[in-house]
């Protein structure tokens, strides 16, 4: 990203059931945030997600996450302050996941000044399949507090 601005991203797999939770937050954010916040959809490769944040002041990452809480329950974290708890999972295909990516960026000082987690507890993964009605509900609350956020 260039700029100084405040990013989103929708980290997720839109073919992968409630791992779309993230990319279907930014997609629903998209056109609806001010001017200097941008909304992307990721899939969450370490390297690329570096790229994509670099430069950007504030970024708010939104992903499914598997903990074994009820679907539905969100989770926030201050990742400027403290890395990803190991018992949060975000739901990755990759080998490194989003813990790692900004843990690496941490260490490489490439983490942004401002960064924070919003996970939603998936319930459903299986290919092809929309958010499950919890997820979906979480989704929109996660819009409302992102919007309000940024307001």
């Known amino acids: 990203m260039t700029g100084r601005g405040t990013l989103i991203v929708g980290v997720g797999n839109r073919d992968r059931g409630d791992d779309a939770v993230g990319c279907v937050v930014a997609a629903a954010l998209a056109g609806r945030v001010p001017a200097g916040v941008a909304c992307i959809d990721h899939d969450g490769e370490p390297l690329g997600l570096m790229a994509c944040w670099e430069g950007a002041a504030r970024v708010v990452l939104v992903d499914a996450v598997a903990s074994g809480a009820a679907p539905g329950h969100i989770v926030r974290y ?23 990516a900004v843990e690496l960026a941490r260490v490489l000082g490439r983490l942004p000044p401002a960064i924070r987690f919003i996970g939603v507890e998936g319930a459903a993964f299986d290919a092809g399949r929309g958010l499950s009605p919890p997820v979906g509900e979480a989704a929109e609350a996660v819009v409302t507090e992102i919007l309000a956020g940024l307001g």
């Open 78 to 100: 201050d990742l400027a302050r403290e890395p990803l708890p190991a018992d949060v999972a975000p739901c990755s295909t990759h080998a490194v996941g989003l813990p790692q």
